[in-house]
């Protein structure tokens, strides 16, 4: 699987608001309240994920960091591997655990 950190993931940044200008995106949530938004929703998403398909997660895509933290906190012990994929090499191992947990 792979989760896109970028503000293109509608999923991930559902209720938090977003702008384009120029051509980039802006993220307008206030950073305190998307914090509590992309928690929920990445936690909405993990959820939603058989068990059996939980074996490796790349986390892709220009993101701030806490983002990212917050993001790894919700599937490092839901998949057998979290990966890393700045786009220009390959994918970087992250954390390995045994069986998936819940």
């Known amino acids: 699987m792979i989760i896109d950190m ?4 509608e999923a991930l ?7 384009s200008v120029a051509g980039r995106l802006n993220l307008l949530t206030p950073i305190p309240r998307a914090i509590d938004i ?3 929703n990445i936690n909405r998403i993990v959820a939603a994920i058989p068990q059996a398909d939980r074996n490796t997660v790349i986390l892709t895509g220009p993101m701030a960091v806490w983002s990212y933290l917050l993001v790894f906190h919700a599937v490092v012990h839901a998949f057998n591997e979290v990966k890393y994929n700045d786009g220009r090499s390959d994918d970087v ?7 998936a947990q819940v």
């Not at 970028?6 to 993931?9: E, F, T, Y």
């Not at 940044?13 to 702008?19: G, M, R």
């Not at 191992?93 to 069986?99: E, N, Q, T, V, Y």
């Open 38 to 40: 992309v928690g929920w």
């Open 93 to 99: 191992l992250i954390a390995r655990h045994g069986a």
């Open 13 to 19: 940044y559902a209720d938090c608001e977003v702008e």
């Open 6 to 9: 970028s503000l293109k993931n």
